[in-house]
């Protein structure tokens, strides 16, 4: 049994009522309660709007004003996981409403409320930029938006960021890393691949769970991973548990093909940035080495870069500080940062001229001696380069194998 479940039955039950606002919560209990408790709880009312794209497909958004009049600046969510089920638009919905900011949150193409066929990011980079165009035409707009959100939500801000829109004012990419495509040599296409090698579980997790293709095939079907995962051939594993179409084929057939990861959108090193940038990952994101390359080819043109690893997972910069832990590590009490305020901050300079936040170009977090470090360039000036191998007798098929760690 999921032991955190009464207690969000408590929370959900005093938020209904009236008798606990979130805004109440502690920051981490915060973030916690939007993605864990239904979605949408105690957030404000949704204006809702088709918006065309040029093709004619449109696209199902949602728009969160503040009770203040006037044009104002705008946050935008853009996500395939469905605007009014996903915890993480009403986490952002519930930080910037109460500032003043609009919110937008919006269905991918292909995705849940949207028209057209969603297809691994090939649209996302024309769809953004006609979305900012609405945007900027609303009269509740100044014109500026900035943008949010971890994965694929931060990912596709990296692929607009790259269309150089100018109404793009600042972005908060979390857990990005897999936009980095063939950048740096990387070939880290999604996060499904690290250094050519593809991670099954993961890619096979993400496209059984979640790769339909149209808005009517968002169910994701019950899946035996054990017994799934071993099965052959690879090329129709997703096929063999949802009979839908989906990107899979072509995701793990056109590893070598660049001509197909560029048109998908994947950074591949030749593009210009001009968006300033906060980006947020962990140590144990396995799309890290990404975020990295991104943050320095970004630097190059567009040199309001900053760079915060904390501690944690995939999408969870303040989940170790709040276990004190990450797997067999203990994380004390200095790793949580005000990270709300910091993004509202960052988000406040560049859309409302506001005092720019204290922060220098790389922000981490390191392990064991439990503190936060400051870095002018990466790798930090005195840090020694140093190359691990793995071995093993033969045997290294599992953790309860013979492989090792060399150095």
């Known amino acids: 049994m999921h032991r955190a479940f009464p207690l969000a039955v408590l929370l959900a039950a005093l938020l209904t009522l009236g008798f606990l606002p979130v805004e109440r919560l502690p920051e981490k209990a915060r973030f916690w309660a939007w993605r864990s408790l239904p979605a949408g709880l105690g957030a404000p009312a949704a204006q809702q709007a088709f918006v065309r794209m040029p093709d004619g497909v449109r696209l199902a958004t949602d728009v969160y004003l503040p009770d203040a009049p006037g044009p104002r600046p705008t946050v935008l969510v853009r996500l395939p996981y469905g605007k009014d089920r996903f915890g993480d638009v009403f986490y952002w919905i519930d930080v910037f409403v109460a500032r003043g900011y609009a919110v937008v949150a919006q269905d991918m193409r292909g995705r849940y409320g949207s028209e057209g066929e969603f297809a691994l990011y090939r649209h996302e980079q024309a769809d953004a930029m006609a979305t900012l165009d609405w945007i900027a035409a609303q009269p509740w707009s100044n014109g500026r938006v900035g943008t949010v959100g ?163 997972t995939h999408c969870n910069h303040s989940g170790a500080a709040g276990s004190g832990a990450v797997g067999d590590i203990p994380v004390g009490p200095e790793a949580m940062l005000p990270f709300e305020s910091l993004f509202a901050d960052f988000m406040g300079h560049y859309l409302q001229d506001l005092p720019a936040p204290e922060l220098p170009p790389y922000l981490y977090y390191v392990l064991v001696e439990d503190r936060w470090r400051e870095a002018e360039s990466w790798p930090p000036e005195g840090a020694e380069r140093r190359e691990f191998l793995l071995g093993s007798a033969g045997d290294a098929r599992s953790a309860a194998g013979d492989g090792r760690l060399l150095e």
């Open 150 to 312: 971890c994965s694929a939500l931060g990912e596709t801000q990296i692929l607009l960021a790259a269309g150089r829109h100018p109404a793009h004012r600042a972005m908060i990419p979390l857990g990005a890393g897999g936009a980095a495509g063939a950048l740096d040599g990387r070939a880290s296409y999604f996060g499904g691949y690290e250094g050519g090698i593809l991670n099954l579980a993961s890619s096979f997790g993400w496209f059984s769970a979640a790769g339909g293709k149209t808005g009517d095939r968002m169910d994701a079907p019950y899946v035996d991973y054990a017994a799934a995962l071993p099965g052959l051939p690879l090329l129709s594993m997703v096929a063999r548990v949802r009979p839908d179409p989906t990107d899979w084929e072509d995701f793990v057939s056109r590893f070598a093909d660049a001509a197909w990861w560029k048109m998908a959108g994947f950074i591949d090193g030749s593009e210009s940035f001009a968006t300033p940038g906060l980006m947020v990952d962990t140590w144990y994101d396995p799309s890290i080495g990404g975020s990295f390359a991104l943050t320095a080819k970004m630097r190059e043109t567009a040199p309001e870069q900053h760079l915060l690893i904390a501690p944690g």
